[in-house]
Structure formats: C-alpha cells, structure tokens
C-alpha cells in the first residue's frame, strides 16, 4: 500500500505534438524492506515520452513495507496502471 504518491508531469514535449486523449502505462515496482523503490520499470508499450516523467515521479513514491507469511518485513514487486489525461 502507498504511503506517498507522486504524480508523474505530464510530459511537454507530449502537449508540443498535441497528442489528445488517455494514454495508460504499467510501471512495475520493486521496493525494499523499508518501503522505497529500488528499480522501476515501465511496461514497453508506454509510449517513450512519458518514461521520463514517469520515473522521476516512481522513486518518489514510498510504500509500507510488505511483510510475508510470517509477519517479516520483505522486498516486494508489483505492478500499478497510470493514466496519463489531455483533453
């Protein structure tokens, strides 16, 4: 669970194109036992122009710590959809 979200910029050379619509990318996480990410990786059909953005924001981010099965504090790797808007 996130305990800090950052949204991502939208990305200015995206508004200078005049690219309209909803653009989705899946970013997967990987964080530590304290909770903060140690590599993020955008899914490849996320356009180019939004990694940037989308990266400063991720390691931003901080989360609680995963804890296993046995109630131990553990490294953990998800995966989470963002929704890029310009109307």
């Known amino acids: 669970e996130a305990k800090r979200r950052v949204p991502p910029?939208?990305?200015k050379a995206v508004y200078a194109i005049g690219?309209?619509?909803?653009?989705?990318c899946t970013v997967?996480?990987?964080?530590?036992?304290?909770?903060i990410p140690?590599?993020?990786v955008i899914d490849k059909k996320c356009p180019i122009a939004y990694h940037k953005s989308i990266e400063e924001a991720a390691y931003k981010w901080r989360f609680y710590p995963y804890k296993n099965e046995q109630?131990?504090?553990a490294?953990?790797?998800f995966?989470?959809?963002l929704?890029?808007?310009?109307?």
């Open 38 to 40: 140690t590599k993020v």
């Open 75 to 77: 490294e953990a790797h």
């Open 71 to 73: 109630g131990e504090k």
């Open 28 to 35: 997967h996480f990987y964080i530590d036992i304290k909770g």
């Open 79 to 81: 995966q989470l959809g």
């Open 19 to 24: 690219t309209k619509g909803d653009v989705r």
């Open 9 to 11: 910029k939208f990305p």
């Open 83 to 87: 929704t890029f808007r310009l109307k």
